[in-house]
């Protein structure tokens, strides 16, 4: 269903509006985004702060605080803090940095090593069927060396993604091909972009919010049996699915009770 955009508003006029910050992972996804809130049709002011170049920090904080320094002119006060699925211990630590006032977590997710693990193997597979993780992968590696297991990470990817694409164009060396090998290395920097974002998540000290926090979930969603930091966190179920979650009118109205908004 097609929505009419809100009006432009003045510099004056969003100055006095309250300041949202959303992280919501960039990229093509069946899931609906949060921006199908359309929280600026409101009366808020919203800034999506997981935009290129994201950042590749390897730790919650300091990837949060990467994040917020890439922002430009935030306010001393934030209303709200909204993150969706794993990004939701990185907004997290973006609220108690703000010291924001709500914090919203929509189908949180806390990320794992496996969680990692999952993800490279299935990048591998899509370039060479069957792939499994290298010998050198291990949790324990990750924890103790992340940044070194990243950069093997991305050397890894790189040399696969290099083959699969001299084998799809018949050649027996890449290097011969400049243009592939930029392609190559897009496509590897694109992978990094998400494959730090799931490493600083789970590397994280969840910090204490003392704020108004609300986990809103899709029917079927199964949130971690504790979520550390939120004093008293509410849950509302929602009866859409997954994929519609952020674009249901019922997830809407919730929300901007939640925040104090009114529906327009």
Same mark, same amino acid.
């Given at each position: 269903m097609a929505h009419t955009p809100a009006p432009p508003t003045t510099a004056e006029s969003r100055a006095e509006q309250p300041v949202v910050l959303v992280l919501d992972y960039p990229g093509h996804r069946?899931?609906?985004?949060?921006?199908?809130?359309?929280?600026?049709?409101?009366?808020?002011?919203? $800034?999506?702060?997981?935009?290129?170049?994201?950042?590749?920090?390897?730790?919650?904080?300091?990837?949060?605080? $990467?994040?917020?320094?890439a922002a430009e002119n935030l306010p001393c006060e934030i209303h709200a803090v909204l993150a969706y699925c794993m990004s939701a211990t990185l907004a997290q630590h973006v609220a108690a940095l703000t010291s924001a006032s709500h914090l919203l977590l929509f189908d949180a997710e806390i990320s794992a090593p496996d969680v990692v693990a999952k993800e490279?193997?299935?990048?591998? $597979?899509?370039?060479?069927a069957g792939a499994e993780l290298p010998g050198w992968w291990s949790d324990d590696a990750l924890a103790r060396s992340p940044v070194e297991v990243m950069d093997r990470v991305h050397d890894h990817l790189f040399e696969v993604i290099r083959t699969a694409l001299a084998e799809d164009s018949g050649m027996d060396d890449q290097?011969?091909?400049?243009?592939?090998?930029q392609v190559a290395r897009n496509l590897v920097g694109t992978y990094m972009d998400w494959?730090?974002?799931?490493?600083?998540?789970?590397?994280?000290?969840?910090?204490?919010?003392?704020?108004?926090?609300?986990?809103?979930?899709?029917? $079927?969603?199964?949130?971690?049996?504790?979520?550390?930091?939120?004093?008293?966190?509410?849950c509302m179920r929602m009866a859409s699915e997954r994929q519609t979650l952020a674009a249901d009118e019922e997830t809407r109205r919730f929300v901007l009770r939640a925040l104090g908004g009114s529906a327009r």
């Open positions: 069946p899931e609906a985004k949060l921006s199908e809130l359309r929280l600026e049709g409101a009366g808020f002011d919203v $800034r999506y702060l997981l935009t290129r170049p994201l950042p590749r920090d390897l730790s919650a904080d300091a990837y949060a605080s $990467r994040a917020l320094q490279v193997r299935e990048i591998l $597979r899509s370039f060479m290097a011969e091909d400049p243009a592939a090998t494959l730090a974002h799931l490493v600083a998540a789970h590397r994280s000290v969840l910090p204490a919010f003392a704020g108004a926090s609300a986990q809103i979930v899709s029917a $079927r969603h199964v949130l971690p049996d504790t979520w550390p930091g939120l004093s008293s966190p509410g």
